[in-house]
């Protein structure tokens, strides 16, 4: 079982800045693909970013060129900063892991999901 935690959501301004943490705890996640989705209040989970066991990353459209994902294997910890963030950035962010090591934006891919942490963006 991998349980896992997110943390670094808040309330910030548009055009700031926000690092989201995803500590992993019960099994190391170094070889797992890990993901980053969003949902929105009455929407749908959407992918935001994704790292593979290889470390090859992915994203949304969306957040090409503003956000970027990282892994820290000495912390068993997936991070995911985001820059030029936007009111339409405003959701609930969750962590996902993955029980192999190929990344996927489809979130019915993974198996172990955080709370989630609240991002808002205020125009």
């Known amino acids: 079982q991998v349980q896992l935690e997110e943390s670094g959501g808040g309330l910030v301004q548009a055009g700031g800045s926000l690092r989201l943490s995803c500590s992993a705890s019960?099994?190391?996640?170094?070889?797992?693909?890990m993901g980053w989705f969003l949902q929105a209040p009455g929407k749908e989970r959407e992918f935001v970013a994704g790292?593979?066991?290889?470390?090859?990353?992915f994203y949304a459209e969306s957040g090409k060129g503003r956000f970027t994902i990282s892994r820290e294997n000495t912390k068993n910890t997936v991070h995911l900063q985001m820059n030029g963030l936007n009111p339409e950035d405003t959701a609930l962010y969750y962590c996902?892991?993955?029980?192999?090591?190929?990344?996927?934006?489809?979130?019915?891919?993974?198996?172990?999901w955080g709370q989630g942490t609240q991002v808002t963006v205020s125009s």
């Open positions: 996902a892991a993955r029980g192999k090591g190929w990344m996927s934006r489809d979130f019915n891919e993974y198996s172990y």
């Open positions: 019960g099994r190391t996640v170094s070889s797992r693909a």
């Open positions: 790292i593979s066991w290889s470390d090859s990353t």
